[in-house]
């Protein structure tokens, strides 16, 4: 299913609560109520607010604190862009402050600037050298860069500083299965589970590492765990497939590949496996159509299949793909 990020900000929160409807006169009053806001989920006016704090005069670190919640809020709404400026300019009046930097990062690799995530994380680091959250983030920009030793080599450091850290344990995972290691993801897949018993990306990376060491069995197991926790989630179904297909349990194949379609009917390689199913059961009319809207679809596919199209109209399709 491929990897996730947790892009986990920061909040730089202030000190005292303003009552909704009381007169505001401060930087320290804007800021406060602009946080209550955002927690109701009012980031409008949540954004009003810190703006009119960084409008008025105050202590340096007040400021700062605004900008970063404005910058919060704006990458609630995913404006990157907006909210990189005003990490930045927290970072101008307060360029000792790791949470900034860290923040900034995280944006930065929402918009894929990669370079510049990892030149922030790094900087969150020098300046708090125990920073998990910083590490793991950093291995998922040089991951994203194709530096997968790079990554682990991040995801690591996070574990050492915090070994119950679930998501480092993932990450790590997903970086060893891209290197073919799967036993080695296959071990921190259990280890986040272990941590995290509703990480459902675990499930099914983990299953799919042990459908590669031909583990059939374990996979099918992790894809129904994963499918427990969430039950419509085509993706699964489509793996699960894959795997019972493997196992030549075509009536479970066929059962899959049809709730795929189901809950993904842009899916065309579900539709043309099922034609394959289709086909190998004898029912040669509605594999035609299961390939015709494969192709419509995806016309790729057709070089894919056409050895085991060529094979059934000879009479003698095979059951592997």
Do not use: C, W
């Not at 690591?156 to 480092?168: D, F, G, I, M, V």
């Amino acid at each position: 299913m491929g990897r996730i990020f947790r892009l986990t900000i920061l909040l730089v929160v202030a000190v005292a609560n303003v009552a909704l409807g009381q007169t505001l006169r401060t930087a320290e009053d804007y800021n406060n109520r602009g946080l209550e806001r955002q927690g109701k989920g009012d980031i409008e006016g949540a954004i009003d607010d810190y703006t009119k704090a960084v409008a008025l005069k105050a202590k340096p670190s007040t400021i700062a604190t605004a900008y970063n919640n404005r910058a919060n809020a704006r990458m609630s709404k995913n404006d990157l862009e907006g909210a990189i400026s005003d990490y930045s300019k927290a970072i101008e009046i307060q360029p000792g402050e790791y949470e900034n930097f860290y923040n900034r990062g995280v944006a930065r690799l929402a918009k894929g600037d990669n370079d510049g995530a990892i030149e922030d994380f790094s900087r969150g680091i020098e300046i708090t050298p125990r920073f998990p959250l910083a590490y793991n983030n950093r291995g998922n920009a040089r991951k994203a860069k194709g530096d997968v030793d790079g990554a682990i080599a991040d995801y690591s450091k996070a574990l050492a500083q915090n070994p119950r850290y679930a998501e480092a344990f993932y990450n790590r995972g997903v970086a060893l299965q891209s290197k073919e290691d799967f036993d080695g993801a296959i071990n921190d897949y259990s280890a986040a589970l272990e941590l995290s018993p509703g990480f459902t990306d675990a499930y099914v990376n983990r299953g799919q590492a042990r459908q590669s060491k031909h583990d059939l069995d374990g996979a099918i197991a992790d894809y129904d765990a994963a499918l427990k926790l969430k039950p419509d989630e085509a993706g699964i179904y489509f793996a699960r497939a894959t795997a019972r297909h493997a196992k030549k349990d075509l009536n479970g194949a066929l059962a899959d590949y049809s709730r795929t379609i189901e809950l993904d009917p842009g899916s065309a390689l579900a539709l043309a496996n099922r034609a394959v199913i289709e086909t190998l059961q004898g029912r040669g009319q509605q594999a035609n159509q299961d390939f015709d809207k494969a192709f419509k679809l995806d016309p790729s596919l057709k070089a894919q299949f056409k050895e085991f199209i060529e094979n059934r109209r000879r009479g003698s399709p095979k059951p592997d793909l």
